[in-house]
């Protein structure tokens, strides 16, 4: 069954990357969540998309010059006023703690392709190992050398290689950087290539589908999963097909 993955939680309707995002996708039918995280002053995993706070939060500024309590302060749900009031930026270890009562999968994409975040990767190691999530995680990033270094500190721990540029074969990505998946743009992927990639034994989760005649395509491609904004229109399709 194609799995259904709710990008920085039901991204289309709730706070993206807030706790009420990543709780609506229970209700919405999905069988994970996707996330963003990056390293705070004081080397918190926080889970928020950008570099700085500005686009999602109502303050102003890297992420990386704020510790965490300082961060707890801004509004990442200032966008939703009256509907949610006062979400707070979530670490890592938040989400580890909500997902300790479901049976949630739990895609953590490193935002380490702009900003190098020193000892990201031992960091989230550590985490996954302490809440004993290793066979629920997988490991994302556009920075495919983490990805590896990631996987040769933590061989146990699933990753996958994120791109968004045609590649006639992309389970090669997968295998140069030891990958057990590829993420790629839905926009760049073929039934062919899912295909392919499928029987090198490579799952194919593409990202960030949110029209449902696309998505549709994907399930009848079988691909391994799909990140979507809108887990309840892929619930819905996938009980359709
Ligand atoms: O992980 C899939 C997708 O989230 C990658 O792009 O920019 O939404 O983080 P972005
Ligand atoms: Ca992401």
């Known amino acids: 069954m194609v799995a259904i993955i709710g990008h920085r939680g039901a991204a289309g309707t709730f706070p993206e990357n807030t706790m009420v995002s990543f709780i609506a996708c229970e209700k919405l039918g999905a069988d994970g969540i996707e996330l963003d995280v ?5 080397g918190e995993i926080v889970v928020i998309h950008d570099e700085t706070i500005n686009r999602t939060t109502n303050g102003k500024g ?15 749900s200032y966008k939703f006023k009256g509907q949610f009031d006062n979400c707070t930026i979530p ?4 989400v580890f703690e909500w997902a300790q ?5 739990v895609n953590v994409e490193l935002k380490n392709d702009k900003l190098e975040y020193h000892g990201l990767e031992e960091r989230v190691i550590n985490l996954i190992r302490s ?4 066979n629920r995680v997988v490991l994302s990033s556009f920075n495919h050398k983490s990805m590896l270094k ?6 146990d721990i699933e990753t996958a290689v994120l791109y968004n540029k045609r590649n006639k074969e ?14 790629p743009n839905y ?12 029987k090198y034994n490579v799952a194919v989760r593409p990202y960030t589908v949110n029209d449902a005649k696309i998505m549709k395509r994907l399930i009848d491609a079988k691909c391994s999963a799909i990140i979507t904004d809108y887990p309840e229109m892929a619930f819905q399709l996938r009980g359709e097909i």
């Open 62 to 76: 890297y992420v990386k010059d704020y510790t965490l309590s300082e961060l707890k302060q801004f509004d990442a």
């Open 101 to 105: 009562g479901n049976n949630f999968s």
């Open 91 to 94: 670490t890592l270890r938040e």
């Open 38 to 42: 990056q390293l705070s002053k004081d």
């Open 150 to 155: 990631f996987t040769l500190m933590a061989p």
């Open 170 to 183: 992309p389970w090669k990505i997968a295998e140069d950087y030891k990958a057990r998946a590829i993420h």
């Open 131 to 134: 809440f004993e999530m290793e």
């Open 187 to 198: 926009r760049i992927i073929t039934d062919d290539l899912i295909e392919k990639t499928l």
